[in-house]
Nanobody, 124 residues
C-alpha cells in the first residue's frame, strides 16, 4: 500500500502552466499504475491522465490531450502532471491515485489509494 501527497497547485492565468507532483510513501511505488483525476465545483470527479508502472504507457482525456503531460520518476517515488495552456475550465481540485494493477487505468474504481487533492484555479 502506498500513501499519496499532492502538491503544486495554485492560481495561474489562462494560458499559463503548472506542474503538479504526487509523492508516494511506500517501497512498491514502481509496481503501481498512477492516475490524475479532477473535480470541479458542482461536477463529478473525472479522469485526466494515467501512466503505467514503468512510465512507458500513458493515456489522456480528450479535454487535456496535447496540453497536459503525465510522467513519473520511480527513483523519487513521484508522479507528475505538467499542465500547459491552461484554461478556466481546468479549474478543479486535482487528485492523484494509485492502482496496484500497474496499468494505466482510466476508471476511478480501478484505483485503490487516493491523495487529498490540490486546488488548481485558472483565471480568465
Amino acid at each position: 500500500q502506498v500513501q499519496l501527497v499532492e502538491s503544486g497547485g495554485g492560481l495561474v492565468q489562462a494560458g499559463g502552466s503548472l506542474r503538479l507532483s504526487c509523492a508516494a510513501a511506500g517501497r512498491t511505488f514502481s509496481n503501481y499504475g498512477m492516475g490524475w483525476f479532477r473535480q470541479a465545483p458542482g461536477k463529478e470527479r473525472e479522469f485526466v491522465a494515467s501512466i503505467n508502472w514503468s512510465g512507458g504507457r500513458t493515456y489522456y482525456a480528450d479535454s487535456v490531450k496535447g496540453r497536459f503531460i503525465i510522467s513519473r520518476d520511480n527513483a523519487k517515488n513521484t508522479v507528475y502532471l505538467q499542465m500547459n495552456s491552461l484554461k478556466a475550465e481546468d479549474t478543479a481540485v486535482y487528485y492523484c491515485a494509485a492502482s496496484s494493477g500497474g496499468y494505466y487505468y482510466i476508471r476511478e474504481y480501478d484505483y485503490t489509494t487516493w491523495g487529498q487533492g490540490t486546488q488548481v484555479t485558472v483565471s480568465s
